[in-house]
DNA sequence: CCTTGGCACTTTTTT
DNA sequence: AGTGCCAAGG
């Protein structure tokens, strides 16, 4: 058990305590995500199946780093027998298989945010109620917060103070459109975020003999970022673990982020409540940071009224001061930036990757796009506008949900006029209208035209386009039963007339959406080789729209890697980087104006400016405007109340005598970063978000299951040529690159199994039939 | 029924 | 500045 080695006493402490509750109070950069790992890899050895371990993460970044890290010390095949994901994808894979017993297919659709917006904005019409006043936006919320502290329809009515708050704030109506919104819902076979909590509590509690099934499976239930979850999360986990109490959760009270989704913190801080002999460990130790760092990052957080006692410390070396630059405006402040980091690239001999640049709101990327491409710098950014949200491929999408569940209405009203085919939004109504009052789905209605078709009060020219439309659509059905996802989809954008739509408009915003589509289809290819390839692998169309609907941003990976990395500060919690840039700090910014007025939106911000600051290792700089270009005009600022709140001693004010400058109108800075890196060198390359970053797996462990076979012929599926590959070969494949082989399994030359660890990619479980491998 | 042009609102953060 | 929504005209 060397993994063991190498852990401190209370990070021993907390991998080695197996049974019972356990809370382990994590500061920033103390190893965290190392003790998950080990306690997980720790239970294996200890011989409990990996089938009875659930492990609960944040997002998805964090389950799949923590799963790949597992794999090294446990094989590969253990470590894809456990539960692990975040909530949503954990729980919508459970729900699938137990839909039925909630009248729901198993097909069900996941709405993200924007079709909930979308299916919410049709009720509120329908029930001919005014949305200045009904904002969807804070509809919606109010329903998330109900849902989110499992106040059903029904609990509604039957909570009067709940409807009397609703009252107070001028929304009598809110019981209404709850009820009616989630018949929507139910009526199209489509849950959204947070239905997937709710339902599932739903599941656990009204069939016992289904939490028996689950309680049983569970015995060791782990939970990361225990301090966001939410009530319903909460219930979920309580419910589960409630039989064996084998309950491990992990987190910092210090970096609570997610209240506006319903996080709450007192799950965490009152653990001990819950489970009375519950065992604490505290991580204090910061191994990541600076002493300097670390110091600064306590006097912030130290302002917060809310928290557990705690002391984090670094015996790291104490490091360089914070520095601190003041801009003129936002293009100066990315223009201090870029050359920064450009100049401390190639005076510490550091690498791109090496550097992040943290901001509060995904609007600020622009301008450092913009300085970063002006100076060659290789960038990527995380998050933001994904890719999966935008028109044309949503357009494509809702078809592509509407074969998988045709009660889907929100996708069958996106795509039934579009592109325009002579059903119009008088027709639409009369359809919305007609199915709500027989309490059917529009697909039924279409289906069975002919018989509603007295009762629609639609003319035969309408009649004729729905049905053109409702058999464009069974067709398409038909084809998905016997052709992959790729084709079918390619099918789609062509019959549909979607392609052509696009393609007709010339402008380079017509052009880039084509591209946008293209991009769908090719990522529906990789999908498809990529299942294909797996052993394990599920090519439906269903398990693509749940992968794209539950995770923002499944981008490829591809061949550059030494970039520089742009994201939130939600988005880089658990990362860590050598040399951050914390920009924007200014006051209405950061802090956000949606959070100054209570103290304890505040303090999440607090807590989310500690995140920020504690994922530098080495060097942490802060960077505000004094103007910056927002809504269309020019608006002034003032720096951030944090700022002040850290004692000068951290601090470094690069450019004292800023104020003294005359203002010049290029709105560069002349200090002592001037010389902008020459442009002639053009490894620029803009990229999409990936999932992963840096840390490529290196050490292998042998995974139990798979028989070590010398050599194996590679079989292309056409037949044409094959090669010897063996164990140590280097290999190239289309998608995933270069990779070494790790191992051969099988027999049966139809069925060799090959353990590929891909530079890019990580470790590989490919069929050889099938993935096309060329040796190298 | 569809297209166009003007206008209002936007930006907090994510599953 | 960019997007989405609505009203009017074709």
């Known amino acids: 058990m060397d993994y063991l080695k190498g852990l401190n006493e209370s990070q021993y402490e907390a991998v080695t305590t197996l049974e019972g509750p356990l809370m382990v109070l994590a500061g920033a950069g103390s190893g965290k995500t190392r003790v998950l790992t080990m306690r997980i890899a720790h239970l294996i050895t200890n011989g409990v199946d990996p089938f009875n371990i659930l492990a609960l993460t944040f997002t998805n970044k964090a389950a799949r780093e923590m799963k790949e890290r597992i794999a090294k010390v446990v094989g590969e095949s253990d470590a894809r027998s456990l539960w692990m994901g975040t909530f949503h994808s954990v729980f919508a894979r459970l729900l699938r298989s137990e839909a039925h017993y909630l009248g729901f297919p198993s097909n069900f659709t996941i709405y993200d945010t924007q079709d909930s917006l979308n299916v919410l904005k049709k009720v509120l019409k329908e029930m001919n109620i005014d949305s200045d006043v009904y904002k969807p936006k804070k509809v919606l919320g109010r329903i998330s917060q109900y849902k989110n502290n499992l106040i059903t ?10 409807i009397e708050a609703d009252e107070r704030a001028n929304m009598k109506l809110m019981g209404e459109i709850y009820r009616k919104y989630v018949d929507t819902c139910f009526r199209s076979g489509a849950m959204d975020f947070d239905d997937l909590l709710l339902r599932t509590n739903e599941l656990l509690t009204r069939f016992p003999e289904v939490l028996a099934k689950y309680q049983d499976r569970f015995r060791y239930i782990l939970v990361d970022e225990y301090q966001d979850t939410n009530h319903s999360q909460y219930l979920i986990v309580k419910a589960l673990a409630s039989k064996f109490e084998n309950i491990c959760v992990v987190g910092d009270d210090a970096q609570s982020i997610y209240s506006f989704r319903g996080a709450n913190i007192y799950n965490i801080l009152n653990f001990k409540k819950d489970y009375p002999d519950a065992h604490t460990v505290s991580l204090e130790q910061n191994y990541r940071s600076t002493q300097n760092i670390v110091n600064a990052a306590n006097v912030v957080i130290s302002k917060n009224l809310q928290q557990f006692k705690k002391n984090v410390f670094s015996e790291n070396e104490e490091g360089e001061k914070i520095k601190i630059y003041r801009s003129l405006s936002d293009a100066d402040e990315a223009n201090f930036v870029a050359s920064n980091i450009w100049e401390i690239r190639n005076r510490e001999q550091r690498k791109f990757e090496e550097f992040a640049i943290l901001y509060r709101t995904n609007s600020q990327t622009r301008a450092f796009e913009d300085a970063l491409r002006k100076r060659n710098i290789p960038y990527r950014v995380y998050g933001g506008l994904s890719f999966y949200q935008r028109k044309e491929v949503k357009d494509l999408i809702g078809y592509l949900r509407l074969l998988v569940n045709e009660n889907d209405s929100e996708a069958l009203l996106r795509v039934i006029n579009y592109p325009a085919r002579g059903i119009g939004e008088t027709t639409q109504n009369k359809l919305i209208v007609f199915a709500d009052q027989n309490n059917i789905s529009i697909a039924e209605l279409l289906s069975n035209l002919g018989f509603y078709a007295p009762r629609l009060g639609l003319n035969n020219g309408v009649l004729n386009k729905l049905g053109e439309f409702w058999s464009m659509i069974k067709a398409f059905q038909v084809m998905l039963k016997q052709d992959n996802v790729y084709n079918v989809a390619m099918e789609v ?29 090719n990522s529906m290819q990789g999908f498809l080789e990529e299942q294909q390839q797996l052993e394990d692998g599920d090519a439906s169309l269903s398990n693509f729209l749940e992968n794209i609907a539950l995770s923002a941003d499944t981008q490829r990976n591809d061949d550059e890697e030494d970039m520089v990395s742009l994201m939130t500060i939600h988005l880089s919690k658990g990362l860590e980087f050598p040399v951050v840039h914390l920009v924007g700090l200014e006051e209405n910014l950061f802090p956000s104006f949606m959070s100054s007025s209570s103290r304890e939106e505040l303090e999440e911000e607090r807590r989310l400016f500690y995140v920020a600051l504690t994922r530098a290792e080495k060097q942490a700089f802060f960077t505000y405007a004094i103007s910056r270009f927002q809504w269309g005009k020019i608006t002034d600022a003032e720096p951030s109340r944090f700022l002040s709140e850290i004692d000068s001693e951290f601090l470094e004010f690069i450019n004292p005598a800023m104020e003294r400058r005359t203002i010049n109108r290029s709105g560069l800075s002349s200090s002592i970063f001037d010389e902008a890196p020459s442009a002639e060198t053009p490894f620029f390359k803009k990229k999409e978000a990936k999932r992963t970053i840096g840390s490529t797996p290196k050490e292998e462990a042998v995974p139990k299951n798979l028989k070590p076979v010398a050599t194996a012929r590679i079989i292309n599926p ?3 040529s094959s090669q010897d590959i063996e164990v140590g070969d280097h290999v190239r494949h289309d998608r995933f690159g270069v990779g070494e082989v790790i191992f051969l399994d099988g027999t049966d030359p139809n069925n060799i199994k090959a353990k590929v660890h891909f530079a890019n990619e990580g470790e590989k479980n490919l069929i050889l039939k099938f993935a096309k491998l060329t040796k190298i």
């Open 493 to 521: 954008s062509k019959r549909s007339g979607l392609i052509k739509l696009l393609k007709d408009d010339q402008t380079p915003e017509g052009i880039s959406r084509v591209e946008n589509v293209q991009e769908l289809l």
């Open 153 to 162: 329809v029904n609990a509604y009515f039957n909570n009067p103070e709940i």
């Open 718 to 720: 056409s037949g044409q």
